[in-house]
C-alpha cells in the first residue's frame, strides 16, 4: 500500500524567507506525485504534480519540487516566500499503471508573517 | 463554469441520526471521489466512484457508511446511525476520466458535527 510522510506540521517563516516542506513516500513501484494546496477559506487546488522526465518539477506561483527517487522524497520548495503563500499543503502519491486513487500526506501548516 | 459543489457546507447532527452528503462534480466529469479529514490527520481515501459504479470503496468503514453516484443527479456519501467519531471535514473531487495522475478538483467540504 501506498503511504505519504510530512514531516513539518507547523512552519513559520518570515517573509523573504526560503521554503523547503519535505515529503516521503512508501511504494514499491513507480508514481505520480503531487503538491496541493489550500488556502484559508478555498478548496484545495493542484500546485505541482510529477509524472517522469525531468524531477525538477515547477509549479503554479513560483514553487517547485524535486524527485529523488533514492530517498523516496518529493520535498517542495521555493526561493522567497510571500504572506499570501499562507496555506496548508499537501503532498500526495498515485501509484502509476492503476487507476486514479490519491494518498495524501497529513499536511503542513505554512504561515508566513509579514 | 462551477466547479465542484458540495452541501451543505456545514451539517449537524445527533447521535443516531443519519448524515447525507452531496457531491456535484464538475461539468463533464464522472469520476468522483470522497475523502475524510480528521482533526490534525490527512485526507483519507474513502471511495472511487464512476457513474453507478462502486470502483474502489476500500477507505470506507464496513458498517454505517455507503456511497452512490447515480446516472442523474449528485454523488452521494450516506451515514447511518451517526456517533462522535464522525465528525469531520468530507471532501469530494473529480475528474474527467479517472486516469492516473489526473489532476484532482476538489470542492469545499462538508464540515460535519455529531453532537
Known amino acids: 500500500a501506498q503511504s505519504v510522510s510530512q514531516h513539518n506540521h507547523h512552519v513559520i517563516l518570515s517573509e523573504a524567507a526560503s521554503l523547503e516542506l519535505g515529503c516521503n513516500y512508501s511504494?514499491?513501484?513507480?508514481?505520480?506525485l503531487f503538491w496541493y494546496v489550500q488556502y484559508p477559506g478555498q478548496h484545495l487546488q493542484l500546485l505541482l504534480k510529477?509524472?517522469?522526465?525531468?524531477?525538477l518539477v515547477k509549479g503554479i506561483k513560483g514553487f517547485e519540487a524535486e524527485f529523488i527517487k533514492s530517498k523516496f522524497s518529493f520535498n517542495l520548495r521555493k526561493p522567497s516566500v510571500q504572506w499570501s503563500d499562507t496555506a496548508e499543503y499537501f503532498c500526495?502519491?498515485?501509484?502509476?499503471?492503476?487507476?486514479?486513487?490519491?494518498?495524501f500526506g497529513t499536511g503542513t501548516k505554512l504561515q508566513v508573517i509579514p | 463554469n462551477a466547479g465542484v459543489m458540495q452541501n451543505p457546507r456545514h451539517l449537524v447532527r445527533r447521535r443516531g441520526q443519519e448524515a447525507r452528503l452531496r457531491c456535484s462534480p464538475m461539468k463533464g466529469h464522472s469520476h468522483v471521489y470522497w475523502y475524510r479529514q480528521l482533526p490534525e490527520e490527512g485526507l483519507k481515501f474513502m471511495v472511487y466512484?464512476?457513474?453507478?459504479?462502486?470502483?474502489?470503496e476500500s477507505g470506507m468503514p464496513k458498517e454505517r457508511f455507503s456511497a452512490e453516484f447515480p446516472k442523474e443527479g449528485p454523488s452521494i456519501l450516506r451515514i447511518q446511525q451517526v456517533v462522535r467519531g464522525d465528525s469531520a471535514a468530507y471532501f469530494c473531487?473529480?475528474?474527467?476520466?479517472?486516469?492516473?495522475?489526473?489532476?484532482?478538483?476538489f470542492g469545499s467540504g462538508t464540515q460535519l458535527s455529531v453532537l
Open positions: 510529477y509524472f517522469s522526465g525531468d524531477p
Open positions: 473531487a473529480s475528474s474527467p476520466s479517472g486516469q492516473r495522475g489526473e489532476k484532482l478538483f
Open positions: 511504494y514499491g513501484g513507480t508514481v505520480n
Open positions: 466512484l464512476q457513474k453507478e459504479n462502486i470502483i474502489d
Open positions: 500526495a502519491v498515485n501509484a502509476a499503471g492503476g487507476y486514479q486513487k490519491v494518498t
